[in-house]
């Protein structure tokens, strides 16, 4: 059974930091998927942010680029995703999970809460 448990949000003023961590687990060959984090806004659709492969390659959303940055460790089976510089937009409840995703694997999520 695949399991994520998202962790690390909370609310913050704008322009702090907070860093997420996704716990994986039952997850076979963890190391060669690639893991993502995705984020829904209030009224809106999840989409990705950032996302790692398995050997390292990087793709962010326009919209963090340069304030999150997102990092994996596969012994551990976990994924981070380090933001900075918040902005009130970052505000929703972030998943990870596999890219493309998994509907069975998304976990609770971590509410951010960005206040202006």
């Known amino acids: 059974q695949v399991l994520m448990v998202e962790s690390g949000g909370g609310l913050v003023q704008a322009g702090g930091s907070l860093t997420l961590a996704c716990q994986a687990s039952?997850?076979?060959?963890?190391?060669?998927?690639?893991m993502a984090w995705y984020r829904q806004a209030p009224g809106k659709q999840r989409d990705a942010v950032a996302r790692?492969?398995?050997?390292?390659?990087?793709h962010y959303a326009d919209s963090v680029k340069g304030r999150f940055t997102i990092s994996r460790d596969n012994a551990n089976k976990t994924v981070h995703l380090q933001m900075i510089g918040l902005k009130p937009e970052d505000t929703g409840v972030y998943y990870c999970?596999?890219?493309?995703?998994?509907?069975?694997?998304w976990g609770q999520g971590t509410q951010v809460t960005v206040s202006s």
């Open positions: 790692i492969d398995g050997v390292g390659r990087i």
């Open positions: 999970n596999l890219h493309p995703p998994i509907k069975h694997y």
């Open positions: 039952g997850i076979f060959r963890f190391n060669a998927m690639v």
